[in-house]
């Protein structure tokens, strides 16, 4: 069961343009909701996190949307430049009131183009 | 230095053997991970540990055993291994303890295991 649906599964953006990645979920429960990057060779890094009192968070050229009531989240990368292709994963975890539990998406390969 | 730092880097064995990753994190974080991530680079979880406790077991083979000598090594070992197991595992750190969770995770590099 695929609790966090990802699109698109490959993204090619030019230099300068808008980047933009969705998610959507179906499990309630689900209370933090963070995007990671991952570059060849290297483990997921956490990029940005919205947790769901709040519809928007914005971080340098980041911004996460929240629309709880739709059950979906997306991810825009503003000024896309070539350093920001990798792949990208959103992710969501319940409050579980000791360690995290994440359902990561499918994952987003972007590559940016000179 | 490195955060979260897992060894192998690379392990290629023969089906049925049995081997062993490990995982160290110096970021003084009381929770540890082990997540599976496939050919397809799906990332699924696979365990987690508070502070040398069992917290979370997602229905993995019990071929698969985590071990956690200390709140910061969390090592897995694998019995028996099979061709379905070749995947990149990574570990991962966080914050997280009872009444605090859902805070960032750190991953390390990950191992990439393959089976022949």
């Known amino acids: 069961q695929q609790q966090v649906k990802q699109s698109p599964q490959s993204l090619i953006v030019q230099k300068g343009g808008i980047s933009i990645i969705n998610c959507a979920y179906e499990?309630?429960?689900?209370?933090?909701f963070p995007w990671y990057q991952q570059f060849p060779g290297k483990g997921p890094a956490l990029l940005i996190a919205?947790?769901?009192?709040?519809s928007e968070k914005k971080e340098g050229r980041f911004t996460i949307s929240f629309n709880k009531s739709a059950k979906q989240f997306s991810l825009h990368i503003m000024d896309s430049q070539p350093g920001d292709s990798a792949t990208y994963f959103c992710a969501a975890s319940p409050y579980t009131g000791t360690a995290s539990k994440l359902t990561f998406g499918t994952g987003t390969r972007l590559q940016v183009t000179l | 230095d490195t955060a979260v730092s897992q060894t192998p880097k690379y392990l290629v064995t023969q089906m049925g053997n049995d081997k062993s990753i490990k995982c160290e994190q110096n970021?003084?974080?009381?929770?540890m991970y082990w997540y599976k991530q496939d050919s397809k680079k799906f990332l699924k979880i696979m365990f987690s540990y508070n502070n040398k406790e069992l917290i979370i077991n997602e229905t993995v083979p019990n071929r698969f055993s985590p071990k956690s000598p200390d709140k910061a090594h969390l090592n897995l070992h694998i019995n028996s291994l099979e061709l379905g197991d070749s995947a990149v595992y990574f570990c991962?750190?966080?914050?997280?303890?009872?009444?605090?969770?859902?805070?960032?995770?750190?991953f390390g590099d990950g191992t990439r295991l393959s089976i022949l």
């Open positions: 991962a750190s966080s914050q997280d303890k009872t009444g605090y969770s859902n805070q960032p995770q750190h």
């Open positions: 919205i947790r769901p009192d709040v």
């Open positions: 970021l003084g974080h009381d929770t």
């Open positions: 499990n309630t429960a689900f209370d933090y």
